[in-house]
């Protein structure tokens, strides 16, 4: 074999390892262990290897576009969060390629080879429910394409995220509802396969743990939208001890909630206290006005962006993944406080 011909995948086959790998070795990557990195350049000296320039310049071209996949376009927190990408990605001079996974992990999978194959130079993702495997951001990371999650992100993928903390958030909104006095207080939780429907479930059980009250499973039900809401609400409302508040997992399930038991002639904070999460648009439109957690969408945004736009510009983009944890306020209104 020429030397000329030496490629990355010559002497990945040859040691049996992926052709990224040995992208990072010669590059002197931090997560590939020191005996790999000697090998690969091992073999690399003696089968007298050199880059191609060509491909390499190619590879450092820049198309100035992003791509972002949200979950689902009609959600408020969602389209804050794409208004705080776009801004600042505008600002740096990117565009912005917006794709929708409908809550489906296989839209989320095309989606991800859509961008890929429109050669963006990194992706933001807050993945569906739906999702459970993860080789197609693997993939990306793999190939070297940046990528950072936001809101939702997936186990074991290193790479960067911008989260809120959920189980603080949860654990402030429930709490609120225990200093008001109400002492069963009902969650409407989400897809628990989801890391942050899991910590909004233990932030509500250890706010009911710290204040002494029990943890009643018959109170804790699947319900994240506003039709499931309606059915879970006639639900709660057979128990022999009705709930006097509701912790919802968002917005739109809490104005279900409410909407429902209205009709039923329950008062709203009088007889059941709510809290909704994401303070939408609609917080403010219902009446009473909904009590939520705000969780700083735009700001949310702006981070993610920057987190992007920074790793794709670095001169060297393999440092380690940042994680940027934003603080929900919770904002009180008049369905779970009188005052308002």
Do not use: W
């Not at 807050?126 to 793999?142: N, Q």
Request: aromatic share 8%; glycine share 6%; with cysteine.
């Amino acid at each position: 074999m020429k030397s000329s011909q030496v490629t990355i995948k010559d002497i990945a086959k040859a040691l049996g390892v992926s052709p990224s790998t040995v992208s990072r070795a010669l590059k002197g990557h931090p997560d590939i262990s020191l005996e790999t990195r000697n090998m690969v350049n091992e073999l690399a000296t003696r089968l007298k290897y050199e880059p191609n320039a060509i491909a390499l310049s190619l590879k450092q071209s820049r198309s100035n576009s992003i791509g972002v996949i949200i979950p689902e376009m009609v959600h408020y927190f969602f389209s804050s969060v794409l208004s705080g990408i776009t801004d600042v990605a505008y600002d740096a001079g990117f565009t912005v390629i917006i794709c929708q996974s409908n809550e489906k992990h296989e839209r989320e999978v095309a989606n991800v080879k859509a961008l890929y194959s429109h050669r963006v130079d990194g992706i933001l993702i807050s993945i569906s429910k739906d999702s459970e495997t993860f080789d197609h951001l693997s993939y990306l990371l793999e190939n070297e394409v940046p990528l950072v999650f936001f809101d939702r992100f997936a186990p074991g993928i290193a790479c960067d995220k911008v989260i809120v903390d959920d189980f603080d958030a949860a654990y402030k909104a429930t709490k609120h509802l225990i200093d008001l006095g109400r002492k069963r207080i009902a969650h409407f939780c989400g897809a628990q396969k989801l890391i942050i429907g899991r910590e909004r479930l233990e932030g509500y059980k250890k706010a009911l743990k710290s204040e002494g009250l029990p943890v009643d499973e018959s109170l804790i039900i699947h319900a994240e939208n506003f039709e499931m809401a309606r059915v879970a609400v006639e639900k709660l409302m057979e128990l022999a001890s009705p709930p006097d508040g509701i912790f919802a997992v968002n917005d739109l399930t809490a104005i279900g909630a409410m909407l429902t038991l209205q009709k039923r002639g329950i008062q709203i904070p009088g007889q059941i206290a709510i809290v909704g999460f994401s303070d939408g648009r609609f917080s403010g439109i219902v009446e009473p006005n909904l009590s939520s957690v705000d969780q700083h969408g735009y700001e949310m945004g702006t981070a993610a962006a920057r987190l992007l736009i920074k790793r794709i510009l670095a001169k060297d983009p393999f440092y380690p993944p940042e994680t940027v944890i934003l603080q929900s306020s919770l904002i009180i209104r008049g369905s779970s406080d009188p005052k308002f």
